[in-house]
């Protein structure tokens, strides 16, 4: 916890030094949340929430007002929900913030969302594609028309995936108009459109209306609703290289999706080009990062998963000056799509099963997300604990694995000093001691009863 002087310096100063702390400790959001006897301030660093300082009551109400009058909300409201924005350069590094307040029984909830998009002007190579999706990836991008989407749950990266990809396009013969809201990040070179309802220059409005601006590239910055997929989807087939996004987990559910918002098959089928789904994971710190050995169920998944015979793996070693609770950072976990002949056909069959299209997909070349997280906790990057709790394995085994197989109980019997199978020869000797399975039973177990629930991330829309 910080402890700021409230008494004797001033509330705009503390505000900046607020957000200059979060900056350095390269915080994603700033929450300011009213308690009974103050405001508790916390910041989520590589995706998890940790408390920063607690404002005292007398000081909460000057607190609030100063953001948002730096945001430039209305301070006089605090009845309705706002938005507004920051814009600074901090340490040499020029940031965009997202401001929302929100009312509660308690007070106004303030959350400044920090946006960092330096990242996309750093090339392809560091968005942490394997090299097999990053070929993928630049095949996909270097198609004169089509449509490519990105998807993910929120503050997955979406974002700074698809401007790296503009970014990689931005050429002297290339005219790429965006329409967005809000506007993420300037792009020197790019022509990029403000979406404003409040005037009726909705997504399709502007997009019917730049299709006569004579642009190579488009990027609609989400696919929200019917009419901006329709009028994407027919964007792409009339010449166009189309990127967009959308609330979705994997390329499957992004088909669908598209279906369900009343997308023509034949439509569909012509102009998808390729799919990036993607969630993000907390990296190992590399400075103090151990080696264990598998536990049975990790054991298990990797056999089924990626048919290799894995005794031990990175972990974490509780923490040091370099990293908190032994992680440092984030890494994209990716799904690449790239759609061929075989998938366009099922598209555009509406007579096909869900179950077709899903083996159709996933038999196409595909690394899922499952495989690229896996692949990713073998090379140390991070931990297997972190793909268990971002991937839903159960979906990805179309419920093989057994409910019996107690992964977190398993973890806590390794950090416990319970012995643990660290070679194919104490296989046999742990059975032995613990009776819960032969290895036949194990495996049969494994292969015909279902895995235990994991977090799953939520389709927004």
């Known amino acids: 916890m910080v402890e700021y002087d409230f008494k004797n310096d001033e509330i705009a100063n503390i505000a900046n030094n607020m ?47 100063r953001i948002k009058l730096i ?18 350069t901090i340490n040499g590094i020029p940031l965009d913030m997202r401001v929302s307040s929100l009312n509660t029984n308690l007070g106004e909830k303030i959350v400044i969302r920090i946006l960092d998009y330096t990242k996309s002007t750093e090339g392809l190579e560091s968005l942490g594609f394997t090299q097999k999706n990053l070929v993928k990836i630049k095949k996909m991008i270097e198609v004169p028309n089509g ?26 013969e290339t005219n790429i108009i965006t329409v967005e809201d809000p506007i993420e990040m300037n792009i020197e070179g ?23 601006q004579d642009p190579n590239i488009i990027l609609i910055g989400e696919i929200r609703d ?38 023509e098959r034949y439509l569909l089928s012509s102009a998808l080009t390729g799919i990036v789904s993607q969630k993000l994971a907390r990296r190992l710190c590399p400075h103090c990062r151990k080696k264990r050995p598998t536990t049975r169920y990790e054991k298990a998944v990797f056999k089924e998963i990626l048919n290799k015979d894995v005794l031990e793996i990175e972990d974490v070693n509780g923490h040091c000056d370099n990293c908190r609770n032994g992680y440092y950072g984030r890494i994209a976990i990716q799904e690449v799509l790239l759609i061929n002949d075989d998938i366009r056909n099922a598209i555009n069959d509406n007579t096909i099963s869900r179950e077709k299209l899903r083996e159709l997909v996933y038999t196409s070349d595909v690394t899922t997300l499952l495989q690229d997280g896996l692949e990713k906790v073998l090379e140390g990057i991070t931990t297997f604990e972190e793909i268990y709790k971002n991937v839903a394995i159960d979906n990805e085994l179309d419920d093989k694995y057994s409910a019996e197989i107690d992964y977190e109980q398993e973890l806590d019997d390794l950090n416990n000093g319970t ?40 389709d927004l829309i």
């Open 19 to 65: 957000i200059i702390y979060a900056v350095s400790k390269r915080a994603s959001d700033i929450h300011f949340d009213p308690c009974d006897k103050g405001m508790k301030v916390r910041l989520r660093i590589d995706g998890v929430l940790q408390d920063h300082t607690i404002v005292p009551l007398a000081y909460q109400k000057n607190l609030t007002t």
């Open 71 to 88: 945001s430039n909300m209305n301070i006089t409201e605090s009845r309705l929900p706002q938005d507004g924005a920051i814009k600074d």
């Open 147 to 172: 449509i490519i989407l990105v998807t993910g749950a929120t503050g997955t990266g979406k974002s700074t995936t698809v401007y790296t990809m503009l970014q990689y396009l931005n050429k002297e």
């Open 190 to 212: 790019i022509n990029q459109v403000q979406v404003n309802s409040e005037i009726g220059l909705t997504f399709g409005r502007v997009l019917r209306s730049i299709l006569r």
């Open 226 to 263: 019917s009419e901006t997929a329709q009028i994407a989807v027919r964007a792409s087939i009339t010449g166009h290289l189309v990127f967009s996004t959308v609330h979705t987990n994997n390329s499957l559910s992004t088909i669908e999706r598209l279906l369900d918002m009343n997308v």
């Open 419 to 458: 012995e643990v199978i660290g070679s194919e020869d104490d296989l046999e000797s742990q059975n032995e001691k613990t009776s819960i399975f032969d290895d036949t039973e194990f495996m049969e177990a494994i292969t015909e009863k279902k895995a235990p629930k994991n977090n799953e991330a939520v």
